[in-house]
């Protein structure tokens, strides 16, 4: 051995330390290696690249928090959501019988470029982030973030698909159809009265499940009755179930619109399953009542898109609620690329 070749050289070469890498895709690492996007998926964020990839999903980041009335902390959700996945994206889903990632193309986008104190131009970045990657043809799945970014997340998949409609199945313990928030109209308990009152849905079409607690109040009510919203209490899936609730929730919401969009508070759930959200209310749904109403709907209709907000990872030392808004995004993903696999068309192929 030459005195240029250290002594330790020989053990070095009886470990194979040295020999060549072995060639895995991306897909096929630990989910604690690499980067942190959405199970392993690239992360592409140039609209241009999403668009040659044709991509069926993108995965939307907003971390935005300024709009919240009570517990801050959802501006770290986007993050705590991807890292929620103890497995790669070399996944198969028992339930729906589907590998998502080897039938459909996805890709993670990134994040909008929000700053914190800036709350209206946190939610134009998130607009604009939204609506120019919904415009490649790829169905956006947005984790917020609190409850706010519904406003520009479904007024930029809206305007986009004009003249052609969207209806909202909104998974929620709150209607969050409030006049303002101590003042401000972009409080996250008020993006719903937001979006009606712009006409970018119409309030017929605006369905909510889940709610329970003590709010909204009677004007409020009254108001969204006007409107004519249809709101299923958590007492009706307890005495009707949750798959009849959400038929009934899906039929109401494609009254005439042409696909559905997502809007999962994941207070939603119940706190001792879910206790990392801003808002809590006992008394909730369970997990696998609300990922059994995800794959209802997203197995059934188009989707137009999809948010989960809400998740504040503070608040839960035991990451639960990240992982189920994690589940829930996959839930979706795996319904989505089903019916890829049975011929459909997944992404969007309007005429913009």
Same mark, same amino acid.
């Given at each position: +051995?030459s005195?240029s070749?250290?002594p330790?050289?020989? %053990?070095i ?5 040295g020999?060549?890498q072995?060639?895995?895709?991306? &897909?096929? @690492? ?6 942190v %996007? ?5 992360w592409?964020? *140039? ?7 044709e ?5 939307? #980041? ?6 919240v ?7 770290f ?15 198969h889903?028992l ?8 039938v459909?193309?996805a890709?993670?986008?990134? *994040? ?5 104190? @800036?709350?209206?131009?946190g939610?134009?970045?998130?607009? @604009?982030?939204?609506r120019?990657v919904? /415009?490649?043809?790829?169905?956006p799945i947005?984790?917020?973030g ?8 479904? =007024?930029?998949?809206? /305007? +986009?698909?004009? $003249?052609?409609?969207i209806?909202?199945?909104h998974f ?14 972009? %409080? !996250?308990?008020?993006p719903?009265?937001?979006?009606? /009152?712009s006409?970018?849905?119409? #309030?017929?079409?605006f369905?909510?499940? #889940?709610?329970?607690?003590?709010f $909204?109040?009677e004007?409020?009510?009254?108001? +969204?009755?006007?409107?004519? +919203?249809r709101? !299923?209490?958590?007492? /009706?899936?307890?005495e ?11 039929a109401?919401?494609?009254d005439g ?7 999962? *508070?994941?207070?939603?759930?119940? $706190?001792?399953l ?7 209310e006992p008394?909730?749904? &369970? =997990?696998?009542?609300? &990922?059994?109403?995800?794959?209802q ?8 898109g ?6 504040? $990872? ?12 994690n ?6 993903i ?5 019916r ?13």
């Amino acid at each position: +051995m030459s005195q240029s070749t250290p002594p330790f050289a020989a %053990s070095i070469a009886e470990l194979g330390w040295g020999g060549p890498q072995e060639n895995r895709s991306p &897909l096929d @690492r630990p989910s604690y290696v690499g980067p942190v %996007s959405f199970c392993q998926l690239p992360w592409v964020e *140039d609209p241009a690249e999403i668009r040659r990839r044709e991509a069926d999903i993108a995965i939307i #980041g907003a971390p935005f928090d300024d709009a919240v009335t009570h517990r801050p902390g959802t501006r770290f959700g986007p993050r705590a959501i991807r890292e929620a996945q103890y497995q790669t994206g070399m996944l198969h889903s028992l339930q729906v019988g589907v590998a998502p990632f080897e039938v459909l193309r996805a890709v993670d986008a990134g *994040d909008a470029q929000v700053y914190p104190g @800036r709350l209206q131009h946190g939610h134009g970045e998130i607009y @604009r982030k939204v609506r120019e990657v919904a /415009e490649t043809g790829a169905i956006p799945i947005v984790l917020g973030g609190d409850h706010s970014i519904t406003w520009p997340n479904a =007024t930029a998949v809206a /305007e +986009m698909r004009w $003249p052609q409609r969207i209806g909202i199945v909104h998974f929620d313990a709150h209607a969050d159809t409030a006049m303002d928030g101590y003042g401000s109209l972009h %409080s !996250h308990g008020a993006p719903m009265r937001r979006l009606i /009152e712009s006409g970018a849905v119409l #309030g017929k079409n605006f369905v909510q499940v #889940g709610l329970r607690g003590y709010f $909204p109040d009677e004007p409020t009510l009254a108001w +969204m009755r006007a409107q004519g +919203m249809r709101s !299923h209490f958590m007492t /009706e899936i307890e005495e009707r179930g949750s798959e009849a609730v959400v038929a009934d929730a899906i039929a109401e919401a494609l009254d005439g619109p042409d696909a559905i969009w997502i809007s999962l *508070d994941i207070d939603v759930v119940d $706190p001792g399953l879910a206790p990392g959200t801003g808002t809590p209310e006992p008394g909730g749904m &369970l =997990t696998r009542e609300l &990922l059994r109403a995800l794959r209802q709907i997203a197995q059934k209709v188009p989707i137009a898109g999809m948010d989960i907000v809400e998740v504040s $990872p503070p608040y839960d030392w035991a990451e639960s609620t990240a992982m189920i808004a994690n589940r829930a995004a996959l839930e979706v993903i795996s319904s989505l690329a089903k019916r890829k696999a049975a011929g459909e068309t997944i992404r969007w192929t309007g005429h913009r």
